[in-house]
Structures are given as C-alpha cells and as structure tokens.
C-alpha cells in the first residue's frame, strides 16, 4: 500500500513541473513572435520614411540643378558682370527672390513634413559653376501637433 502512494507522489510532481515548463515556453515563444512582428512593422515604416525624405532629396536637388542652370544662362548672357547687377537680373527673372539676394522652396514628403531649402544668389567664382550658397536644408513639421490626451492616468 505504502509503494502506490510514493509511485503516484513520484510521477505527478514531475508532470506539473513539465505542464509549467511547457507553458512557461509557449508564453516566452508567443512574447517573441508578438515582439518580432511589431519590430518588422516599425522596420516597414521606417523604410518608407526613409525613401521618401530621399525621393524629396532627390526633387530639391533636381529643383537646385534647374535653378542653378538659369543663373549661369544669366551670368553668362551678361558677359561676367558685377554682383549687384547679378543680382538684379536674378530678381528680374525670379520674383520669389528676397531683396538679400535669397531664393527659398520646399519639397513636401510625408504626410506632415517638408524639406525647406533655402540658397543665397551669387556670382560664380572663377572656374566655378556653381551661382549659389545653401543657407538652409531642414526638414519641417507642417502639420499642426495636437497632444493624445485620451488615456485617463492622472486626474
């Protein structure tokens, strides 16, 4: 009687130690598989942010090359003049031209941003073809930032 007692002590506590590894196991598994899917979701979202700020890279450099080539044409057609003569021609043939001598434009990408670009006109330096300096290259909000305050922590 004494040994069907011990023999029944003996494989039930095993039993429950594997139930409780085994559960513990599946837990940890599904925790990682659960983390893993949220790791490839932000991957996925962080790719398309990625290739849309270069997609407006791209456009604002295209924008830069188009504006450049106009200004050497006006160098050029000018037969090497003086600065503010430069200057005034530029502000003759591109109206958005600040009074400093500053043309500013944005390439919108994303839903909520847009990289500002903005160059300071001059003439080119001997041997140089480039008619520009660039003041500004940054990426703005131009969205509106409203703060989430549906979650009642602290009242």
Known sequence: MKNKKQSMINTGL????????????????????????RDYSDALQSSARLH???????????????????LLTIYEEMKEPERDAFLEECRNRFPEMTPEGAIAFSVDFGDSQALMVEIQVSPPSSGEDICYGINRWQVVTTADWNADNSLPVLR
């Open 52 to 70: 849309s700020w270069y997609a407006a890279d791209t456009d604002a450099r295209v924008r830069l090359a188009e504006i450049n080539g106009q």
């Open 14 to 37: 095993p039993s429950l130690l594997v139930i409780f590894i085994v559960l513990c196991l599946v837990t940890f598994a599904v925790l990682s598989y659960v983390s893993a899917l």
